[in-house]
């Protein structure tokens, strides 16, 4: 059920086009800077950014408990507004969101006030919103671990006898994760096909997109204290999109025994705002039925899946961006409250700014899966563009653009795009 804040019938006085996927009912955190302002705190309200450092320089937020607001909002990350937890996340989400709603004339009827506060997100640079701790990459897209595991292993045993108990993941790198718009270099390696006796150094031929959602952590847990399944909604802060590129030739050589490597951890993408948790309240779904049963520390009351439209869009240089996947967060046999117990069920501690990506989000229909190297089959089958071009991999100059949103009782509620650039090698 909607709470007050995510309620259909609220209007902010900033003027929404209907399908805007910045309505007031989400109010989505950022970084953002301009020529003249440092980085800072930022909520995104229709084609604007509501600036919080300078609203709590002003006192224009209704005084929230435990919220020292002069200090958290004129940081250069969400990590110190994020670590002081849902109640005060749920009281300033409350705050803003009158400040912005018809019947607050603040600033509504301050012109010079909204002037300083508010800034066309045309004119505003978008950086990382949070100070990544620690990246995990989960892998809990049943359709996508199946594809994988015809193509790379056995097609008589895709799926390996843990997946179904284990939400399957590993440790990613934090360094090279990088915002949307942060362009990448084809990365090069050791490079070995089935056909070759030994491996040759090169750049990847078989550069890749993956098509995933992040949650980040707001409020961590002690080492030695798991986080339960059904207290999610007290750690994770929100969501983003991520696209987790991949080298497919490069993986495939090294990920015996120990898992991805240097064929990952070139670069991953986000996307700059943050849809809190709360935000995404009325999307929340029971997911698909898990059978076997889970183990008890796994199972969870209520529904924790997410219902969230993902596309992905494929730009050639020079050339009109092409639509070439349409899957759903949904998807994921694994929810968020599962992911999260499990990762911290051994005592392992996660801390604010920890981020977690779900795994490649592949659909049952073709036209959902989330990576060329399933919609090509390898580079068996490939596809093609309607310029008439073809790809089977990510060729030099193409720009892949990932965008997240869902309609409901009328309101968009939408996460912004994630896009990326592949630059030639740097040999
Ligand atoms: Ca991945």
Same mark, same amino acid.
């Given at each position: 059920?909607?709470n ?14 209907a399908?805007?996927q910045?309505p007031?009912q989400?109010?989505?955190y ?10 800072r705190?930022?909520v995104a ?16 937020l209704?005084?929230?408990k ?10 250069p ?9 849902p ?7 409350g705050a ?6 018809t ?11 909204r ?12 950086h990382?919103?949070i100070?990544i ?5 989960f892998?809990?897209?049943m ?8 193509m ?15 939400p ?27 056909a070759?006796?030994v491996?040759?150094f ?5 550069l890749?997109f ?8 707001g409020v ?5 204290h798991p986080?339960?399944a ?12 991520? %696209?987790?590129? !991949? ?10 025994? =120990?898992? *991805? +490597? /240097?064929?990952? %951890?070139f670069? !991953? ?9 709360e935000? =995404?309240t *009325? +999307? /929340? ?20 899946? /997410? ?17 070439i996947?349409?899957s ?9 409250a599962?992911?999260?117990?499990h ?15 779900s ?12 990576s060329?190297?399933?919609l ?9 563009l309607p ?15 990932m965008?997240a949103?869902?309609?409901?009782n ?13 630059l030639?090698?740097?040999?």
């Amino acid at each position: 059920m909607p709470n007050a804040h995510t309620h259909p019938a609220l209007k902010s006085w900033i003027p929404v086009p209907a399908d805007h996927q910045f309505p007031i009912q989400n109010l989505p955190y950022g970084i953002f800077s301009t020529a003249d302002l440092s980085p800072r705190v930022g909520v995104a309200i229709g084609d604007y950014v509501l600036d919080l450092h300078e609203i709590a320089m002003l006192d224009l937020l209704i005084p929230v408990k435990g919220l020292p607001a002069r200090e958290v909002f004129a940081q250069p990350s969400l990590n110190a507004f994020m670590a002081l937890g849902p109640a005060v996340w749920s009281a300033t989400r409350g705050a803003i969101s009158s400040l912005l709603s018809t019947n607050n004339t603040t600033l509504q009827h301050n012109q010079s006030l909204r002037d300083k506060v508010l800034l066309p997100q045309s004119e505003v640079q978008m950086h990382l919103p949070i100070q990544i701790g620690d990246y995990t990459d989960f892998y809990s897209s049943m359709q996508h671990a199946t594809n994988v595991g015809i193509m790379f292993r056995d097609p008589a045993n895709a799926l390996l006898p843990n997946w179904k108990h284990i939400p399957v993941g590993y440790h990613g790198r934090a360094s090279s994760v990088v915002v949307s718009g942060t362009d990448l270099h084809r990365p090069q390696g050791q490079l070995k096909g089935p056909a070759d006796a030994v491996p040759k150094f090169g750049a990847s031929r078989k550069l890749d997109f993956e098509l995933e959602m992040a949650w980040v952590v707001g409020v961590g847990n002690p080492l030695g204290h798991p986080i339960k399944a059904d207290q999610w909604r007290d750690h994770v802060f929100g969501f983003c999109i991520f %696209n987790d590129w !991949s080298a497919r030739d490069i993986q495939s050589w090294e990920y015996v025994p =120990l898992g *991805p +490597f /240097l064929g990952k %951890n070139f670069g !991953s993408s986000l996307s700059p705002w943050v849809v809190t948790a709360e935000a =995404l309240t *009325p +999307f /929340l779904i029971e997911g698909q039925e898990q059978d076997p049963e889970v183990l008890p520390y796994l199972q969870t009351s209520g529904p924790t899946h /997410l219902d969230i439209e993902l596309e992905v869009w494929l730009q050639p240089a020079g050339g009109q961006a092409h639509k070439i996947s349409q899957s759903n967060y949904k998807h994921l046999y694994w929810s968020v409250a599962q992911q999260l117990a499990h990762h911290t069920v051994n005592g392992c501690n996660m801390r604010p700014g920890d981020l977690c990506a779900s795994g490649t989000i592949s659909g049952t229909e073709r036209s959902s899966w989330g990576s060329l190297l399933e919609l090509s089959w390898n580079g068996t089958e490939p596809i093609t563009l309607p310029d008439g071009a073809t790809r089977t991999f990510l060729e030099d100059g193409d720009t892949i653009i990932m965008k997240a949103y869902q309609d409901l009782n009328g309101i968009r509620i939408g996460f912004g795009e994630v896009r990326g650039t592949i630059l030639p090698t740097v040999s």
